[in-house]
Nanobody, 127 residues
Framework: QAQLVESGGGAVQAGGSLRLSCAAS????????MGWFRQSPGKEREFVAS????????YYADSVKGRFTISRDNAKNTVYLQMNSLKPEDTAVYHC????????????????????WGQGSQVTVSS
């Protein structure tokens, strides 16, 4: 059974950095698109970034472009989200997700596009 497990969250001051990891197991994800989403209390889950496992092509939400970097390590079956210049508004639970059918990353920015989800990792940024 497919499983995604996030790690690396925590608390940091504004301007700091964190790196989230998403370990994938239980099936072959080489043809999948992998995404990061986040959700703050009282808000809808929002798209952050995505990467195509096979090619490494990426796509970012405007709110994180230039500050966050998504990457993957094929040998470790792990996807990363490097978060720099963090702001208090980045505070949220961050979820990793996998999409089996995603022809174009630009169109895979909604929850319904993704088939598997991790349990989430809390990121708290203080001012």
């Amino acid at each position: 059974q497919a499983q995604l497990v996030e790690s690396g969250g925590g608390a940091v001051q504004a301007g700091g950095s964190l790196r989230l990891s998403c370990a994938a197991s239980g099936r072959t994800f080489s043809s999948y698109a992998m995404g990061w989403f986040r959700q703050s209390p009282g808000k809808e889950r929002e798209f952050v970034a995505s990467i195509r496992w096979s090619s490494g092509s990426t796509y970012y939400a405007d709110s994180v472009k230039g500050r966050f970097t998504i990457s993957r390590d094929n040998a470790k079956n792990t996807v990363y989200l490097q978060m720099n210049s963090l702001k208090p508004e980045d505070t949220a639970v961050y979820h990793c997700a996998a999409a089996a059918y995603c022809s174009n990353l630009l169109y895979c920015t909604r929850e319904r596009h993704y088939d598997y989800w991790g349990q989430g990792s809390q990121v708290t940024v203080s001012s």
